[in-house]
C-alpha cells in the first residue's frame, strides 16, 4: 500500500533493489536485480555490511520524505470517524506516513514493531517489542507484556510488519526484514508452536474479533502469505462464512482471486484511491 503522495512515489521492491545494485557499482552479478531479498542479502554480507543497509532505508524511507505529505489512503484512515473504537492496521511500509497522517489529524497511534532476531548476542530479547507511543516517546517490552487495555479507547495500534527505520540507527530489537535471512527467521520466528509471540498475543486477540480489509496487497508476495498463515494458525483469520474478508486490487489475476477467496477473503476490482475516498464519504454519512 503506497502512503505518500502520488506527487512523490517511494520506490517499489524492484526499485529499492535496483538502487542497491547502483550502489554496490558492478559487485553484484547481473540478471537478478529486481530480487529485492536476494540484493539486500549481498549489500549486507558481500559488499557493505547491516549498519549500510539500514542507514539507506532510513535516508530514503524518512530523511528524504521528511517534506512530502501522506497519500490519500492514509489520509483516509486518519480521518475515519472515531467512535471510540480501536483501529488495528497492519502494514509492510518501511516509511512513516500513516504515523503522520494519525498525528495531522489528532488522533492517537501506537506504532508496535516486534524483533526478529537479536542485536546484542542475548537471544532472550529478539522478540521484544518497540513501541512508538501516541506522546511520541518509545517504549521496549516483551510481547507477552503488550496490553491493548493499556491505552485509551480510540487509539489506532499500527502493526509494522517489517519493521521501521524511523530512527538514524538501529536501538534495541532488530526488526527490519529486507534480506533473505531476514524472511528466513520471519518465516521461524512466526511459524505454529516455534514462537506464540508473534504477532504479538494482545493484537491477535482483537485480529480475531475483526474483519480485515487489504489494501494493496498482492498473494504473489510470498512473505505476505506467510504472514496469512500465521494469522490462519492463530486463528485470527476466520474461515467461518459468517466473518468475510475484503481486498481491493485494480484488475487483479483471475488465479489470485481464487487463491483470495480460499481464504474466505472476497475481492474488490477497483482503483485504491477511489476506493478510499467511497470509503471516506460512506463512513462520514453514517454518522452525520
Not at 554480507?45 to 530514503?60: I, N, P, Q
Not at 502494514?91 to 537479536?118: K, L, W
Request: proline share 6%.
Amino acid at each position: 500500500m503506497r502512503c505518500a503522495s502520488p506527487d512523490h512515489q517511494l520506490p517499489d521492491s524492484r526499485g529499492l533493489a535496483r538502487e542497491l545494485v547502483s550502489m554496490m557499482e558492478g559487485a553484484y552479478p547481473q540478471g537478478t536485480a529486481d530480487e529485492l531479498a536476494k540484493v539486500a542479502q549481498v549489500f549486507e554480507y558481500t559488499v557493505f555490511d547491516r549498519e549500510a543497509l539500514y542507514k539507506h532505508l532510513y535516508r530514503r524511507f524518512e530523511v528524504e520524505q521528511s517534506d512530502q505529505q501522506p497519500s490519500d489512503v492514509a489520509t483516509m484512515l486518519a480521518e475515519l470517524p472515531n467512535r471510540q473504537q480501536n483501529l488495528f492496521i497492519i502494514t509492510t511500509n518501511y516509511d512513516s506516513f500513516i504515523e503522520r497522517a494519525f498525528h495531522t489529524a489528532n488522533r492517537p497511534i501506537c506504532t508496535v514493531t516486534q524483533g526478529m532476531r537479536a542485536t546484542d548476542n542475548n537471544e532472550q530479547k529478539m522478540l521484544g517489542l518497540e513501541l512508538i507511543l501516541p506522546d511520541g516517546k518509545s517504549q521496549q517490552m516483551e510481547s507477552r507484556d503488550f496490553s491493548v487495555n493499556d491505552f485509551p479507547r480510540g487509539c489506532t495500534f499500527l502493526f509494522k510488519m517489517h519493521g521501521s527505520v524511523h530512527e538514524p540507527a538501529q536501538d534495541g530489537p532488530d526488526n527490519v526484514i529486507i534480506t533473505e535471512d531476514d524472511y528466513v527467521d520471519f518465516i521461524v520466528n512466526s511459524g505454529g508452536s516455534v514462537s506464540p509471540f508473534f504477532p504479538p498475543p494482545a493484537l491477535t486477540r482483537e485480529y480475531k474479533m475483526r474483519r480485515f480489509l487489504f489494501l494493496g496487497y498482492s498473494l504473489y508476495d510470498w512473505n505476505f502469505r506467510a504472514f496469512l498463515r500465521v494469522l490462519a494458525l492463530r486463528n485470527a483469520l476466520s474461515g467461518r462464512e459468517k466473518r468475510r474478508h475484503w481486498a481491493v486490487q485494480l484488475n487483479p489475476d483471475p488465479i489470485e482471486v481464487d487463491l483470495w477467496r480460499h481464504r474466505n477473503v472476497n475481492v474488490h476490482n477497483g482503483d485504491l484511491a477511489e476506493f478510499c475516498e467511497r470509503l471516506r464519504r460512506a463512513a462520514n454519512l453514517e454518522v452525520s
